[in-house]
């Protein structure tokens, strides 16, 4: 067995991830057992259509109303075996709740905290998402909330990085998130900052509410994201859900960023609010 770590930041990834800077990183992962096409075909059928995304593989950059795009889920294994003809896009959701897939996405994490030099524990509600895509598949522009981590699998993609012109369109487009219309998909093409080549063994940090979007090469694509919370992009995200309860009560609460001291303030409540919620209803997700 190789002594090399499973993932590799090149000593570089603590930093990036304290400043939310996207990172390119190399991986191990293309030859593991439950990455291979057949082994996610499996998957799939294990998880079942509740828990899989599916769209038209070929779509615009800028894609803020996905319906039209939305593709029926027939026999998902053999739709997923026929990547390379049906012009399909499958994303499957959650995939840490299968316990052997847990497993994998909890080594990851623990590697990536190793790596960033902070302790495991700290990194919660992991999450990991396996992408499989028809050649020339587009993923729109977006954001997500969690700290995320694109592996590269098989095939070949570009990853392109954008910023929001101002905060008053961060602000925009983070209230359209949270108000549960978009999902993250942006209405605008950002103005592009950087780009990334994957190819297997390739990966990258993606940094929460960063533009990023991905086009795929003349191939198929397999890859893997995992994500996880940490104190940072926690604490932003219970602040912004706390602010969209104020928005629908009439009132205008300070943006997130504009009152340090009572951004902690909220979060704090907010956790407050969640402790109660789970002593009275126990969680049964199976993120952690």
């Known amino acids: 067995m ?136 587009v993923t729109s522009a977006h954001f997500d909330i969690e700290q995320s981590f694109c592996l590269q699998l098989q095939g070949r993609r570009r990853l392109g990085f954008g910023r929001f012109a101002d905060d008053e369109q961060r602000e925009r487009e983070v209230r359209r998130y949270w108000g549960g219309s978009s999902f993250g998909k942006l209405e605008t093409m950002p103005e592009q900052t950087d780009e990334l080549a994957l190819g297997p063994g390739d990966g990258a940090y993606i940094p929460p509410y960063t533009p990023h979007w991905l086009s795929n090469g003349d191939t198929t694509s397999l890859s893997l994201t995992v994500t996880f919370f940490n104190r940072d992009n926690e604490d932003e995200s219970l602040v912004q859900a706390l602010n969209e309860k104020v928005r629908r009560t009439g009132l205008t609460p300070r943006p997130y960023g504009d009152a340090p001291r009572r951004d902690r303030a909220k979060a704090g409540a907010m956790r407050g609010y969640a402790a109660l919620r789970r002593r009275l209803r126990p969680d049964t997700s199976a993120s952690h």
């Open 2 to 137: 190789s002594d090399a770590p499973l993932i590799d930041g090149d000593g570089l990834l603590g930093a990036h991830l304290a400043e939310r800077r996207p990172l390119a990183l190399r991986h191990r992962l293309p030859d593991h057992p439950l990455l291979q096409l057949d082994a996610i075909a499996d998957l799939a059928e294990q998880l079942g259509p509740d828990s899989i995304s599916a769209e038209k593989a070929e779509k615009e950059l800028v894609a803020a109303d996905g319906a039209a795009d939305a593709l029926a889920i027939r026999a998902i294994s053999e739709q997923i075996r026929s990547l390379a003809a049906n012009d399909s896009w499958f994303t499957l959701l959650n995939i840490e709740r299968v316990a052997s897939y847990h497993r994998l996405v909890d080594e990851i994490v623990d590697e990536l905290a190793r790596q960033a030099g902070v302790e495991a524990g700290t990194l919660r509600r992991r999450m990991g998402f396996v992408f499989a895509s028809s050649p020339r598949s």
